[in-house]
């Protein structure tokens, strides 16, 4: 069973649109929770992190958690072409020093 | 504020040659280093980590080993490239749980 899982896509999105990205975790011990934009060919940048259940906000980026479901989000609202980029759910693990990253979904954004 | 370096940024190897890519954070003190590598169409692969100077954890045994001479100075290395080693290896330092990636160095083993 894999500790973290995301739906590869690739995820079309219409420009203007919300795109809507997903992930589930195994680990239910698990405290914080990032999202990692990547895009092709350069290495994964932090968007977001967040750490309760609910919703947290930063900009156009809003983050999803429900520790009960297991499952993280990520909404990105107004979607723009620059958005187009490989999304990399990560989690922290009960008694680890890492985080563990899923395959990640790649979101294309359509003109 | 806080920056990482890695390199070299794209590197070709013959099977069987050396390796060593070097990171270097500067604008923190101890803080924690990883070396994630990183196959075509594949997730992240945590390959080491480390806590503190000469303090090197293990997550997947293969040719690679890691060295962290300096507090803020990581190094990956392998005396003898295989072809699986071909990938993106991504350097990463965290203080407080979130991670921040260096620019990656890509090898290809032929």
């Known amino acids: 069973q894999k500790e973290v899982e995301q739906n590869s896509g690739p995820l079309s999105v219409p420009e203007g649109a919300i795109a809507s990205l997903n992930c589930t975790y195994s680990?239910?011990?698990?405290?914080?929770f990032f999202w990692y934009r990547q895009y092709s060919g350069k290495s994964p940048e932090l968007i977001m992190f967040?750490?309760?259940?609910g919703d947290k906000e930063d900009g156009r980026f809003t983050a999803q958690l429900n520790k009960a479901s297991q499952y993280v989000s990520l909404l990105i609202r107004d979607s723009q072409p620059s958005d187009s980029a490989t999304y990399l759910c990560?989690?922290?693990?009960?008694?680890?020093?890492?985080?563990?990253f899923g395959t990640g979904t790649r979101l294309t954004i359509i003109p | 504020s806080q920056t990482i370096h890695q390199w070299p940024a794209t590197l070709v190897q013959p099977v069987g040659s050396p390796l060593s890519l070097e990171c270097t954070v500067e604008?923190?003190?101890?803080?924690?280093l990883y070396w994630y590598r990183q196959a075509a169409g594949r997730g992240l692969q945590l390959l080491f980590y480390?806590?503190?100077?000469?303090?090197i954890s293990s997550e997947v045994p293969q040719n690679l080993s890691a060295s962290r001479p300096q507090d803020r100075q990581f190094i990956l290395s392998s005396k003898k490239l295989l072809l699986s080693d071909s990938g993106f290896y991504l350097c990463?330092?965290?203080?407080?749980?979130?991670?921040?990636f260096g620019e990656g160095s890509r090898l290809t083993v032929l």
């Open positions: 990463a330092w965290s203080a407080s749980g979130e991670l921040f």
């Open positions: 680990d239910r011990g698990s405290q914080s």
């Open positions: 967040i750490y309760s259940n």
């Open positions: 990560a989690v922290t693990q009960t008694g680890a020093n890492n985080l563990f």
């Open positions: 604008g923190t003190s101890n803080p924690n």
């Open positions: 480390s806590v503190g100077i000469g303090q």
